[in-house]
Structures are given as structure tokens and as C-alpha cells.
């Protein structure tokens, strides 16, 4: 599948919390929101101590959060949650800056800021969701690669084994053999460990496709798979016992 075609149809309504003490400020981040279509207003705290009891127990697409909330600051807020959200923070303190973008913050709007500046903040945090979203959907639906000047999304359940070849690894499908300018060891960290094995310095298998394993005489042990040659791989020591309890022959 195109990776492209892939990515294109990511479109949602998000849901907003302002996090704002000041009665004008909120009004004002509430009117600019209004503007965009895109963004649903879920929520308003107007102190540090709700904003963090409203985070700890929902999850918003995005904050609006002032950085000089009462009771427990916005930086405050992020510090103690477990997971931090997008945030942008609104403030007139530009000192805090360098600590909010440490913890992550989209953008660090300084007040007064007008609807222009405003909706670059959001165009900036439309721009890193989506692309984050369509990473995470990518990730779960297979292998990206690239092959000449298109990049495709490979699903993992046609993957039959990868093998190492220099700084290339060749992915093995029954349908054809994709070389990827990834290293093996980038590719284990890619691919899902409830599906994959590494066998062997050289090799990685899905397990889902393995027909076989047996043992030779000298500790070797070979493993066959489920493709049209009934592929004979090599299964490093190192790697044996893990790969006999995955397959249940312990």
C-alpha cells in the first residue's frame, strides 16, 4: 500500500481543554477556538490544581494552558503527569519558554497574541498530530519501505523473514524480495516482537511462518518456514531456547 494514499485521510474534530485564570484571557482563547472548525472545546480549568485533576482523568487532543495558573503552575501540570499531552502555552512570561518546550510544548504563544498568531500555533499542532497519527498507524500496519522513489507499507503478516545483507536488509515476502537500506538490527526494533524473532546475527522470522525446527548433531539447529522453498535458516545458540519456547517445543 502507498504510503502516501495511506496518510491522506486523517481528519478529526480534536478535543481542546483551556487551562486559564484570567476571565479575559479565557473568553479570548474560547472566541479564537470557535474560528476553527477542526477543534471542539471539551473542557476548562481555571487553576493548575483542576487542570491537573482534569488531565489525570481524560485525555485531550490538545491544551491551552497558561504557564501562571494558581495553586500549581502549567509547567507544574506537566511535571507531575504521567503522560504529557500537546500542549501550547499561553503566558506573558517568556522566561519559562526553554522549560516548556523541554517538556514537549507545541508552541509558546506570549501574550497579548492575536487570532493570526493563534492559529499558527494550531496549524503547528495539526501538523505534528497527524504526522505522529499517521506514524502510529503506519507502525501498526506493517513495514514501510522505500523501493526506487515510492515508499510502501508492507504488512507484517506477508513478511516471512528479513535477512541482513551489509548495511541493507532483504525482507522476504512469498511474492517477491524487497531490499531496504535499514540494518537488522533497526529493522528488530521496527517490527512487533509478539510476531518476530531474531534468530541469528543474519536472520529474523516471523514465527507465524516457521513449519519446523530441528536439531543437528554439534548443538545446530535449523529452522524451516512456510514459503515455497521451505527455507532452511540457520538458528544461532544463543537464540535456540527462546525460539523452541515460542514455539512451544520445550
Known amino acids: 500500500m502507498s504510503l502516501d494514499g495511506y496518510c491522506m485521510d486523517i481528519e478529526k474534530t480534536y478535543s481542546v481543554l483551556i487551562a486559564e485564570n484570567e476571565e479575559t484571557a479565557r473568553e479570548l482563547l474560547v472566541e479564537y477556538l470557535f474560528t476553527r472548525p477542526e477543534l471542539r472545546l471539551s473542557g476548562i480549568a481555571r487553576n493548575g490544581e483542576d487542570a491537573f485533576q482534569k488531565l489525570s ?93 515510492k ?54 522470522v516471523n514465527i507465524r511462518h516457521v513449519a519446523a525446527l530441528e536439531y543437528y548433531i554439534g548443538g545446530q539447529y535449523i529452522v524451516y518456514l512456510k514459503d515455497e522453498d521451505d527455507s532452511p535458516l540457520p538458528v544461532g545458540k544463543k537464540y535456540a531456547t527462546k525460539l523452541k519456547s515460542r514455539l512451544n517445543m520445550d
Open 57 to 149: 482523568g481524560q485525555e485531550y487532543d490538545l491544551v491551552l494552558m497558561d504557564t501562571q495558573l494558581p495553586r500549581m503552575t502549567g509547567i507544574e501540570v506537566l511535571e507531575r503527569l504521567k503522560k504529557i499531552p500537546y500542549v501550547i502555552f499561553t503566558t506573558a512570561y517568556e522566561q519559562y519558554a526553554i522549560r516548556a518546550f523541554d517538556l514537549g510544548a507545541v508552541d509558546y504563544l506570549l501574550k497579548p497574541f492575536d487570532v493570526e498568531r493563534f492559529n499558527k500555533s494550531i496549524d503547528k499542532f495539526l501538523s505534528l498530530h497527524n504526522a505522529d497519527t499517521c506514524l502510529a498507524r503506519l507502525s501498526a500496519a506493517g513495514f514501510t519501505v522505500k523501493e526506487r522513489s
Open 151 to 204: 515508499h510502501y507499507v508492507l504488512p507484517y503478516q506477508d513478511i516471512i523473514y528479513v535477512s541482513s545483507h551489509g548495511k541493507n536488509s532483504v525482507i522476504h515476502t512469498n511474492k517477491k524480495d524487497i531490499v531496504t537500506a535499514v540494518i537488522l538490527k533497526e529493522v528488530e526494533r521496527k517490527v512487533p516482537a509478539d510476531s518476530f524473532m531474531r534468530i541469528h546475527k543474519q536472520h529474523i
